[in-house]
């Protein structure tokens, strides 16, 4: 059985995929091994249940994603994102039912009325000057439809992480002479599946991660940074990356591939003459002091050393994952990736160790 509930895109690598056709379109994602690390069900929920709902759009995540559009592509940011409107950015402005009243008064018109908008509607007809929050709300809502609302304080912290990587030399470093926001989608050749990654930022001889984090606990900032790479999993998005992107660089090289949208010949050629690429996060803080740190992320510590454990234990993990994948399309399909789960005898091992101390 196949899965039939996502559009296939051709194999390639994408430089003007919008970002709801990359997230609708079939295949294994860092993100899908996440969920498929929960469980095959978890996987199939989030990803290819008809019925499921849009991943709700938190204050971290916004922020997160509005942080990545002004840095990196300025225009897009204006495309997506808009400044919430308060009424104190409109003096005098009527607002409630009682401003609308105490200014018809105020001008000698009747002020009584059986809805709020009959007020507006008067207020209207007289061609008094008046500024009418709801009418503002109304065109600035016309104006911006279909982009993301911040509030003055995300502008402000935006702003602020923007401008602090912006002065930063290595940041600048890190985003020059790269193409922003990469769609890649290649056939992994052991399985047979759909692998894709989206790439903040590529450049021909590395890819470069923008992270936001907060750190409310007030923990050292390393050791805040290190905690997050641990428990959101970006070891292990830095290794399917790196896997993603060498497959499509070989199979580019060997035509297996193309490429789609606006990139230079330049550009092209030192992507596919670079076997080996570094992989870069860089952390900013979401508000302020905005601290900034640059993680580099290594196979090995040394040429010819021992694997890192962190890059080991993400290789292993999607390489199962892959497997893991590959059976499930095959096995269930469109269907719920479901089995009857057997009845568990509990053991002293499977409990957390602070149960023993």
Known sequence: MTNKIRPVVEPGIYFNMPETAYHASEGLSCSGIKHLTVSKLNYWHKNLNPDREPEEDTGARRFGKATHAFALESERFAQHFAMKLSPEDFHGALVTADDMKAFLELNGLPKSAKKKSDLVDRIVASGLPAVIWDQELERHAAEHAGKTFLSKEESKNIAGAAAVMADDPYVKAALSGG??????????????????????????????DIKTFSNSRGKPVEKAIFEAIFYEGYHLQCVFYNQVRELARQQLAAGEIRTHGDVSEQWLKEFIDTEGHGFVLIFIESSAPFHLRMELLKEAEAAGADLNVYWSSAHMRIHDMKKLYAECLEKYGDKPWRDPALPHQLEDTDLPMLMFS
């Open 179 to 208: 193409m922003p926001e990469v769609s890649f989608f290649v056939r992994d050749p052991e399985t047979g599946v759909m692998l894709k990654s989206r790439m903040d930022y590529v450049r021909p001889r590395s890819t470069v």
